[in-house]
């Protein structure tokens, strides 16, 4: 099992930056495929990015792409979520999850994830 803890969060304006770590527990962390998902008051959740277990592959939603990168250490058991050229559309709840559906092009489904983190909050002030 694996529990997962997100933080980093804030507010910042528009074109700023934000670094989203998430923690892991557990020994088989390496294991796993790594997501960020997000999800803004009245919609859906939607894939923001995942990275292969070895950090060797990665994948982005087109609306993130050249924007945000997506990273990991596996000595540290961590996850990260590096934001730039921030804009008010990406205001939400983002989320880190885990997966072990291997294979490219890496898992983007919710429910293709087992674990899940509660959340950290991002808001980009126009």
């Known amino acids: 099992q694996v529990q997962l803890v997100e933080s980093g969060g804030g507010l910042v304006q528009a074109g700023g930056s934000l670094r989203l770590p998430c923690a892991a527990s557990?020994?088989?962390?390496?294991?796993?495929?790594m997501g960020w998902f997000r999800q803004a008051p009245g919609k859906e959740r939607e894939f923001v990015a995942a990275?292969?277990?070895?950090?060797?592959?990665?994948y982005y939603a087109d609306s993130v792409k050249g924007r945000f990168t997506i990273s990991r250490d596996n000595a540290k058991n961590t996850v990260y979520l590096q934001m730039n050229s921030l804009k008010p559309e990406d205001t939400a709840v983002y989320y880190c999850?885990?997966?072990?559906?291997?294979?490219?092009?890496?898992?983007?489904?919710?429910?293709?994830?087992?674990?899940w983190g509660q959340g950290t909050q991002v808001t980009v002030s126009s």
């Open positions: 557990g020994r088989t962390f390496s294991s796993y495929v």
């Open positions: 990275i292969s277990w070895s950090g060797g592959n990665t």
């Open positions: 999850a885990a997966s072990r559906r291997y294979g490219y092009p890496l898992a983007q489904e919710h429910d293709e994830y087992t674990y």
